[in-house]
């Protein structure tokens, strides 16, 4: 495909960011341009920087203007950011979304629509399937604000992908993603100097490298794939073994105490409370079915679950000040005694 | 399993203890500084220690592997000796047929479920696969969801391979040629009433013989016996139960009676018989469509099952002390 036009939706978000400065390095993307309110991020090239509120019906006067063939959505927020309180992120996610598909049926041009969804659809329960594939979104009660605003708007996008079968759509059902610039309340969570964790429980988790993350979406911006996407690592990894890689000492809560625990703890010490299913993430973890990335849109992740935290682990140990009092290093200081 | 590591007395790790700790009090007291001393009195110690010092300091330090389901072979290997005493010393298990457990490849083991309290079944049966089979390979089986809501016991379930009891679970697991147990009956066979002990409930919807049908998997019958005897359950505190959301709780001769101790398995005589693989693969996966044929072949696991499980009754005489 010579001369593609894209637009990325949520272009100051890191992943927005992110994934631009992939695209603009490709000679194949004859024009670029991205949508977010406030100022245009200073790393960007030859992006054309559109101030629009995702919100507002003036997208669907802007988005035809852009002749754009392929459309990313990245706007999607999984918790409150300065500037975006938890009281907008409904309006920005469920609302927005309608807005863009609006604004997506007037723009003649389109053939391509990914949305940068989350697994959060799936929901995180005791007893579930151990790798939930796309078809078994739904099938457990939706619990949290969040869980709902992404099954609400997956929906919609999958109505507009049945009326508009010429379009090839596709959701990129996100697990959280992990690396040690990102600042998301689940990676401030792993960097607290004492970690805690829900006593007696030790979820599975996978959490996707953020170069794995942004390869994904780009890769999903190309494909034909249709439909929704897992993105996940291969493998899980429990989050004891997780704290034992990153040498966090952990603190065990009983867990109907962990949620304002967090809050109070996480305030004092830098990382903010979790927001949505974390705390039944941390409580009972949560693993997809990765197959339709590897086979449909052609993604093999570079990291697997566990390589992902021993990347995470060895770029984040230059950030510590104190010496580490982690039974693991105190006992790598021994490591000679046992040969 | 490393048989060496068991053939250690306590008693001898517990001297090599004392004898490191002396060494390093010398080395500081010869004016060392702690861990230099550690360091040279660690450079002294026994093999099999040193081998244990390794083992755990890879362990704090995250050095081991878990697979996709969470299970962790070390810590299997490590409550490996709890379960070994029970079968060998507490319950004295005779376990027959296990070469009919595949040496590779995919299988369904499907067994009868019992023991109210803790059913302890798919444990004794992993063993007796672990200890009699000629090439040893560690089973995964499929819980009752209930013990994954509950912390600890979900925690260490899923360690040893236990998994929360899911079609899609048991298909995956058997794509990746395991060999997976199943307990058709689930609550039914554990919460039922002592005196309808060896009698088989209801299998489900036959859910098992769709997945081994979808995924080619022979079907290996599993009766046990013994396993009614350990926790004899004479009431029901439908209360309680109600209260923290368990299926049922359990009145049995010693618990709740004696406290703890009440949660003591009796030491009745167990046996394992692993029957004949009824190979299903000439059906094809699109025979998992047919309910007539799940409702076939899941009636004839179960009377194969209740079968062997009077037979061996029968064998093994009375439920406590073997008379001579």
Do not use: E
């Given at each position: 495909m010579m001369g593609r036009r894209v637009v990325i939706i949520g272009v100051a978000s890191h992943w927005g960011r992110a994934l631009a400065r992939r695209l603009e390095r490709d000679p194949e993307i004859d024009y670029l341009a991205g949508i977010d309110t406030g100022k245009a991020p200073a790393d960007l090239g030859r992006t054309d920087f559109i101030e629009a509120d995702i919100r507002s019906p003036l997208l669907s006067r802007l988005l035809p203007r852009t002749e754009a063939d392929t459309i990313v959505h990245c706007g999607i927020l999984w918790y409150p950011e300065p500037g975006k309180p938890a009281r907008v992120l409904h309006d920005v996610n469920v609302i927005g979304t309608l807005q863009l598909l609006a604004a997506c049926e007037r723009t003649r041009t389109l053939e391509r629509l990914v949305v940068r969804g989350s697994a959060a659809i799936y929901g995180c329960e005791g007893a579930t399937p151990y790798f939930f594939t796309e078809r078994m979104a739904r099938t457990l009660p939706l619990r949290t604000r969040f869980q709902r605003d992404i099954s609400e708007l997956e929906a919609y996008v999958e109505n507009f992908a049945r009326r508009h079968p010429e379009i090839g759509c596709c959701t990129l059902r996100y697990q959280p993603e992990v690396g040690p610039d990102l600042g998301t309340p689940l990676v401030r969570y792993l960097q607290l100097p004492v970690v805690p964790t829900q006593l007696g429980w030790d979820p599975r988790l996978q959490l996707v490298h953020a170069d794995d993350a942004t390869a994904a979406l780009e890769a999903a911006t190309r494909s034909q794939a249709r439909g929704a996407v897992n993105v996940a690592p291969s493998g899980s990894i429990s989050l004891s073994h997780i704290l034992r890689v990153l040498r966090r000492p952990t603190l065990p809560i009983p867990h109907p105490l962990f949620g304002p625990a967090l809050e109070r703890l996480g305030r004092r010490l830098g990382a903010g409370p979790i927001y949505g299913d974390g705390v039944r993430l941390l409580r009972f973890g949560r693993g997809v079915d990765n197959r339709r990335l590897l086979d449909e849109v052609g993604y093999r992740p570079r990291f697997n679950a566990e390589a992902a935290i021993r990347d995470f682990a060895a770029k984040s140990h230059g950030l510590r000040i104190a010496p580490s009092i982690h039974p693991g290093d105190v006992v790598g200081r021994f490591a000679g005694a046992a040969r | 399993m490393s048989a060496s590591a068991q053939a250690d007395s306590p008693q001898a790790t517990a001297e090599s203890v004392a004898d490191f700790l002396r060494r390093v009090r010398t080395g500081i007291e010869g004016g060392l500084d702690p861990v230099t001393a550690a360091n040279r009195a660690a450079d002294e110690l026994p093999q099999r220690l040193a081998r244990l010092v390794q083992l755990l300091s890879r362990r704090v330090r995250g050095e081991y592997h878990e697979d996709e389901w969470g299970f962790d072979e070390e810590f299997a290997e490590a409550v490996y000796p709890v379960f070994e005493f029970l079968y060998e010393v507490w319950w004295r298990v005779d376990a027959a047929g296990v070469r009919n457990v595949p040496a590779h490849g995919r299988a369904l083991l499907v067994s009868n479920h019992a023991g109210s309290l803790f059913p302890f079944d798919a444990s004794m049966i992993l063993l007796a696969i672990m200890k009699q089979h000629p090439l040893p390979r560690w089973a995964r089986f499929l819980v009752l969801d209930w013990a994954f809501v509950l912390p600890f016991i979900s925690a260490f379930m899923r360690r040893v391979g236990g998994l929360p009891a899911s079609k899609h679970n048991a298909a995956r697991l058997l794509e990746q040629d395991e060999v997976v147990m199943v307990f058709p009956e689930g609550v039914k066979g554990t919460g039922k009433q002592f005196s309808e002990r060896y009698r088989l409930q209801r299998f489900g919807r036959g859910g098992f013989v769709e997945v081994a049908l979808r995924t080619g998997s022979p079907i290996i019958p599993v009766a046990v016996v013994g396993s009614e005897e350990i926790y004899p359950k004479l009431g029901n505190a439908r209360p309680v139960a109600r209260a923290v959301g368990a299926p049922f709780v359990p009145i049995t001769p010693t618990f709740p009676w004696?406290?703890?101790?009440?949660?003591?398995?009796?030491p009745s005589k167990w046996r394992i018989e692993f029957c004949e693989p009824i190979d299903l693969s000439s059906h094809g996966p699109d025979a998992a469509d047919d309910p007539r044929l799940l409702f076939d072949v899941s009636e004839q696991v179960r009377e194969t099952i209740q079968a062997r499980l009077y037979e061996n009754l029968v064998e093994r005489r009375a439920a406590f002390f073997q008379p001579l």
């Open positions: - | 004696l406290g703890p101790l009440g949660l003591v398995p009796l």
